[in-house]
């Protein structure tokens, strides 16, 4: 495994393969005119897919290295300290991103709205990216886990692209936020990587127990209401074909 600055521009562009579904979602989100129903159907999608990779491919993992009370603890800090953050931002300015069922403030609306949108779509990143450098640390790259979080992406980033056309803002705005957004997620990829060098097995599956919950905060708080508030009927069964699917992936992939 590479080390050091080397190793840490390899993770960088792990990093960019899953975030760069982000920038994929923006592009359809500009070129298309999906109504919110069709949204919340690729949300409801993607939600299964963020929850299975959480559960079934990082959780999973760190239970069998770390044992079940540091994974619950580990848990239950992720998600508190993603809960404590997403409160803090959406205290300052409401940041959802859902397009017609919660329109979003327009910057003459609420000055300083554009940038509470762009540090919520940083603080999603921030849990995928420290799961995806602690996997890189821990064994080397997953591609089920790659593709599994550039897909949950694509939603997440459609669906905060209508939002935002919704409120006004330019595409230039919308391309550099979520092309903000994909290097930013490389970057804590990278770090993340550079700066675990050191840790034990334990201590790292703690940290991708942490990420879980993280993730599972991220995906109840910010995706799962987008999927499920006038969404179609049939939701509930795309969220468990995005969790079954990949569990299905991860099998043909080994």
């Known amino acids: 495994m590479s080390e050091g600055i080397i190793g840490a521009v390899w993770a960088f562009f792990w990093g960019l393969a ?21 949204i919340a159907a690729f949300m409801s999608l993607g939600a299964g897919v963020l929850l299975s990779a959480a559960s079934f491919k990082v959780a999973s993992e760190a239970l069998m290295l770390a044992g079940a009370s540091s994974t619950v603890g580990g848990i239950v800090a992720g998600a508190g300290t993603f809960s404590i953050a997403n409160a803090a931002l959406a205290t300052a300015n409401d940041r959802k991103r859902c397009g017609e069922c919660k329109p979003q403030p327009s910057e003459a609306e609420a000055p300083g709205s554009g940038t509470s949108i762009a540090l919520g779509s940083a603080l999603d990143a921030v849990p995928e990216a420290l799961v995806l450098g602690v996997t890189l640390k821990a064994g080397g790259p997953d591609l089920a886990l790659v593709i599994a979080l550039s897909l949950a992406n694509v939603p997440e980033a459609l669906s905060g692209t209508a939002g935002m056309r919704l409120a006004s803002r330019s595409s230039t705005y919308v391309l550099i936020l979520w092309s903000g957004t994909t290097l930013v997620t490389a970057a804590i990829t990278a770090l993340a990587f550079y700066f675990l060098s050191d840790l034990r097995p334990q201590a790292m599956a703690i940290l991708k127990a942490y990420g879980a919950g993280a993730l599972i905060a991220m995906t109840a708080e910010t995706m799962i209401p987008e999927a499920f508030h006038n969404g179609p009927r049939y939701s509930g069964v795309l969220a468990a074909a995005g969790f079954a699917g990949l569990i299905l992936l991860s099998e043909l992939a080994n």
């Open 18 to 38: 899953p975030a760069s579904g982000a920038l994929v979602g923006a592009i359809l989100g500009l070129l298309t005119h999906l109504r919110h129903r069709a």
